[in-house]
């Protein structure tokens, strides 16, 4: 709303409360934009922490899994194995849109762990290890992807939020006050506006005589 005053005549008083009615409605669609947004960032949220314990198992997994090839063939052994994918790693990245913010999915898929030729024994536990490691390296670009679109989330909530506010604690209140303002000076107006129709009236009946006297027949 600009700085200057509406002047008090009833153009003013209805762009002022048309104006009204447009904040009015631009924070119904800011509160439900704020729930939504809070609504996808904890389904984010649930999803992240499923992913954080697939994780997590997936690094005990991989732990046991080396510490089992070292075991069998010490650290030269494992170091030594040449364990290889049969295709290159395929990385995906896609956009999906919510409430006009781009988030991120990504995928990662290393392949299959193919073990060059050596004894059976070592190439199943070479092979286990690679699985194991590639498991949570997978997860890990999972997770990446899934952290960059709550935080974009999440900003988009702060937006929202300011702007929320800014209308409900500082533009709004301060268009109801200029309303109280301006309807209090157009019921001055019409006051006064009475009091004169009034006092033109009152001469014009007293210099006529008064009320004409009832004709007797």
Known sequence: MADERVSATRAGWLELREERRVYSEGYSLLDEKRMLLAAEILRGLRVHEQLAREHELALG????????LIAAGGCDGAESQPVHAPRAPRFELHWRGFLGVRLPVATLELGPAVPAAQPLEAAAQAAACARAFQRVIELGARQAALEASLLRLAGEYQRAQRRARALENVLIPEL??????????????????????????????????????????
Do not use: F, I
């Open 61 to 68: 997994g991989a732990r046991e899994a080396l510490a089992a």
């Open 176 to 217: 109801d006050l200029e309303l109280g303002r301006v309807a209090g000076l157009l019921e001055a107006v019409d006051q006064e506006e009475a009091v004169r129709v009034r006092r033109a009236v009152s001469p014009r009946a007293a210099a006529g005589g008064g009320t004409p006297a009832t004709v007797r027949r």
